[in-house]
C-alpha cells in the first residue's frame, strides 16, 4: 500500500478548489487561522462535520454525538456514503486526525483533501521570550485507540519523533518511557521551516536532549516529506519488527503520521502526549495548503 501526494499552496482561500458534494470535518479553533479555516467557505461543501476527542474516556465525538474511539466510523460512515471527504487539519488535533483518517480506511475510502492554514506568527510566553505559549500541560502521554503500541517490547525496534517548538514533550517522552532509550531513535526537524530561521526555533531548544538520537529533516509544511521520511525507517525494520511514531511536530508532519498508521496498523504504533491547545497560540494567517492524497494498495 502506498500513498500519492499532490500538494497546492494558496494566498487566498478563495482560489482552493474542492469536489462537490464534500464532507468537511474540523475541529474547534483557537487561534485566527483556525477561526479562518472552520469558515472557509465554498459552494461543493455539502456538510460540515465537527470533530473531538476526550483522551480520558477515549470517547469520540461527531456533531458532539458520542462514541467509543473504537467504533469512530460507525458515526462516521452515513455522513460520508456518496460524498468526497474533506478534512480541515489546522483545526483538527492529531487524534481526532488518525481517528478520522483510520475510520475512512475501514469504510474502504481511498481518496481524500487534507487543508492546512500557516500562522503568520507563533504566539511567545511573553514579547521577546525564547519560547512559545503553544499548549498546556497535561497529564502526559496517552495511547490513542486503534494505534497502541508495547513500547516495552522486544519487537518495537524503532521509533520517530517529529519535533516543533516545545522541548519539553520530547523530555517527558524519554522520561515516561525509558524502554526506548534502548530503541533506533529518530528525531526529525522541519527543514525547510513555514519561514526562513524558523528552524532554530526548534533545534536549538533540543540540542541538550537529542545526543543519542539519529537526526533528519523534512519539510515542515509538507506532508510527502514526512510520509517519505517515516517509509525510510519501516522499511529498514528488520522481520517481524514494530515501529512507533511521535507526531509532536507541525500539522502536515502530523497528517503523515496519521495516514502512515492507518496504512500499516501491524507495524506502526502511535505515542501521543494529547496536550490542549491555547488560545491564541498564533497570530494572523498565512499560506494555506490543500493536499489531495490518493491511497493505492
Given at each position: 500500500?502506498?500513498?500519492?501526494?499532490?500538494?497546492?499552496?494558496?494566498?487566498?482561500?478563495?482560489?482552493?478548489?474542492?469536489?462537490?458534494?464534500?464532507?468537511?470535518?474540523?475541529?474547534?479553533?483557537?487561534?485566527?487561522?483556525?477561526?479562518?479555516?472552520?469558515?472557509?467557505?465554498?459552494?461543493?461543501?455539502?456538510?460540515?462535520?465537527?470533530?473531538?476527542?476526550?483522551?480520558?474516556?477515549?470517547?469520540?465525538?461527531?456533531?458532539?454525538?458520542?462514541?467509543?474511539?473504537?467504533?469512530?466510523?460507525?458515526?462516521?460512515?452515513?455522513?460520508?456514503?456518496?460524498?468526497?471527504?474533506?478534512?480541515?487539519?489546522?483545526?483538527?488535533?492529531?487524534?481526532?486526525?488518525?481517528?478520522?483518517?483510520?475510520?475512512?480506511?475501514?469504510?474502504?475510502?481511498?481518496?481524500?483533501?487534507?487543508?492546512?492554514?500557516?500562522?503568520?506568527?507563533y504566539s511567545r510566553t511573553k514579547?521577546?521570550?525564547?519560547?512559545?505559549?503553544?499548549?498546556?500541560?497535561?497529564?502526559?502521554?496517552?495511547p490513542i485507540p486503534r494505534s497502541?503500541?508495547?513500547?516495552?517490547?522486544?519487537?518495537?525496534?524503532?521509533?520517530?519523533?517529529?519535533?516543533?517548538?516545545?522541548p519539553e514533550r520530547l523530555e517527558?517522552?524519554?522520561?515516561?518511557?525509558?524502554?526506548?532509550?534502548?530503541?533506533?531513535?529518530?528525531?526529525?526537524?522541519?527543514?525547510?521551516?513555514?519561514?526562513?530561521?524558523?528552524?532554530?526555533?526548534?533545534?536549538?531548544?533540543?540540542?541538550?536532549?537529542?545526543?543519542?538520537?539519529?537526526?533528519?529533516?523534512?519539510?515542515?509544511?509538507?506532508?510527502?516529506?514526512?510520509?517519505?521520511?517515516?517509509?525510510?525507517?519501516?522499511?529498514?525494520?528488520?522481520?517481524?519488527?514494530?515501529?512507533?511514531?511521535?507526531?509532536?511536530?507541525?500539522?502536515?508532519?502530523?497528517?503523515?503520521?496519521?495516514?502512515?498508521?492507518?496504512?500499516?496498523?501491524?507495524?506502526?504504533?502511535?505515542?501521543?502526549?494529547?496536550?490542549?491547545?491555547?488560545?491564541?497560540?498564533?497570530?494572523?494567517?498565512?499560506?494555506?495548503?490543500?493536499?489531495?492524497?490518493?491511497?493505492?494498495?
Amino acid at each position: 500500500m502506498s500513498a500519492i501526494f499532490s500538494t497546492s499552496s494558496f494566498l487566498k482561500c478563495s482560489d482552493i478548489e474542492i469536489p462537490k458534494n464534500s464532507v468537511f470535518f474540523h475541529g474547534v479553533a483557537f487561534d485566527d487561522r483556525g477561526s479562518s479555516a472552520v469558515a472557509f467557505e465554498c459552494k461543493n461543501i455539502y456538510s460540515r462535520v465537527l470533530i473531538e476527542y476526550d483522551y480520558d474516556r477515549m470517547i469520540i465525538k461527531v456533531n458532539r454525538v458520542e462514541i467509543s474511539a473504537d467504533s469512530a466510523s460507525n458515526l462516521i460512515a452515513p455522513l460520508v456514503v456518496g460524498k468526497n471527504v474533506v478534512l480541515e487539519s489546522t483545526t483538527l488535533g492529531f487524534a481526532e486526525l488518525f481517528l478520522v483518517i483510520r475510520s475512512l480506511f475501514d469504510l474502504n475510502i481511498k481518496s481524500l483533501l487534507i487543508l492546512y492554514v500557516e500562522p503568520d506568527k507563533y504566539s511567545r510566553t511573553k514579547p521577546g521570550a525564547d519560547s512559545f505559549a503553544l499548549t498546556e500541560t497535561n497529564a502526559g502521554y496517552r495511547p490513542i485507540p486503534r494505534s497502541v503500541v508495547d513500547l516495552a517490547g522486544d519487537d518495537v525496534e524503532a521509533g520517530v519523533f517529529f519535533l516543533g517548538f516545545e522541548p519539553e514533550r520530547l523530555e517527558r517522552a524519554f522520561e515516561e518511557y525509558q524502554m526506548i532509550s534502548s530503541k533506533d531513535i529518530k528525531v526529525i526537524f522541519g527543514i525547510p521551516a513555514f519561514r526562513p530561521g524558523w528552524e532554530l526555533n526548534s533545534i536549538v531548544p533540543h540540542l541538550n536532549g537529542i545526543d543519542n538520537c539519529n537526526v533528519q529533516y523534512c519539510a515542515a509544511n509538507d506532508p510527502s516529506s514526512a510520509y517519505d521520511a517515516l517509509e525510510v525507517t519501516r522499511t529498514s525494520l528488520r522481520s517481524g519488527s514494530k515501529m512507533f511514531v511521535a507526531p509532536i511536530g507541525t500539522k502536515p508532519c502530523g497528517v503523515a503520521a496519521a495516514l502512515f498508521a492507518s496504512m500499516h496498523p501491524e507495524q506502526v504504533g502511535l505515542i501521543f502526549d494529547h496536550r490542549k491547545k491555547m488560545s491564541k497560540r498564533s497570530k494572523g494567517v498565512n499560506i494555506w495548503h490543500r493536499y489531495s492524497i490518493i491511497i493505492q494498495d
